[in-house]
């Protein structure tokens, strides 16, 4: 039984300006992290889940159960039923200037589809953007790449075959892409309710902004170096270690950190062991991708890094997070340039973001859902300084 009144956290004056670290603002029901276990979505913990076919785990999301054959059957049908975007989504998304990032990109692209097709029922445009989003990160990589026009989907296809037939990345296999990016879209789906971008979402709906906005606005906080767009860092810099000796690696580890320099891909917020989401791509490069030069990298790393950082007294967790390795397994299936990466993961985690808007708008309390998120800033430094004598 939950007790109302039970005090969860003590929020001192010390805590203030800590951007809410571990502050509890409320509930989840799709996923939850824990510190040593890492994230289970709805009780699942993220291994089981990841042989799955991934319309079953999106279903998870939104219906909080793993479907039945004839459950699943139907919600891809439903979901193949809602692909297409409207064509002025995609000539805006041709128009769009090559210097943009693909995040702004994203963002763009997420705009003009709620100009155009929102319904403003928050379960309704969950579905279809779920079951559209792929056709747009699609059309991002091959227009703004050079690769060649949008290619429209192919409705017999699942979620993630259908993406693998609309990029056309050139020269991959597409098996091997397929597994790969099967297994990072449910990996990255969701992170309990408190992640940046996940929040940010959540605050702008709370405002009853519609699924669009709020997925933009969370969009832009995925956008961030210190978020989402740590995933392209991570490849950079297992490219500039450039060995796979773990004697080398732990020199060179050892010299960044003198110099002041960041290691990507180890660490995190809330974790306190390796991030399960590492281990499962650590695993599946070892069937993909064994041989790769950078891959034994990133292997190298996962010792030499963790044996440094376990060192250093401030570091609350030296283990290899959910980038440590993803961009390494996307860049030997032929998706060779990081810019992209963070786009991969706003299009897994539109899923849970949206799984949660829709949670929050319209089954909490009661299905009155969560009021407009209106936290407290205590006034600092005010004081009325004139500039007159
Ligand atoms: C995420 O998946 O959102 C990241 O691990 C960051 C987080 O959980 O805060």
Redesign the pocket.
Known sequence: MNDAKEVLFEITRDRLNTGLRGFPVGTCRTSK?DPMEGVSYVGYPIAELVELEPEAVVYLMLHKNLPSDDELAAFKKDLSSRMGLPAVVLQGIQNLPKEGHPMEWLMSGLLLMGMTTKTGDYMEDALNLVARAPELVAAIFRVRSGWGDPIAPDTSLGLIDNFVHMLDVPGADPARLGKVLSTFYIL?MD??GG???TFTGKAVASGHADLYASLTAAMAALYGPL?GRANQDCLNFVRKVGTSDVGEVESYVRNALANKEKIYGFG???LRAEDPRATIQYKVGEEICGDDPLFQTAKALRVAAVKVLSGIDKVSNPYP??DAVSGTLLNAVGLTDSNYYTVLFGLSRITGISAQIVDERLRFRNGKGAPIYRPKYIAEDQERRSTKG
């Open positions: 992290v990255h992170h309990g992640n940046l971008s978020h995190h917020a809330v997070n959910v």
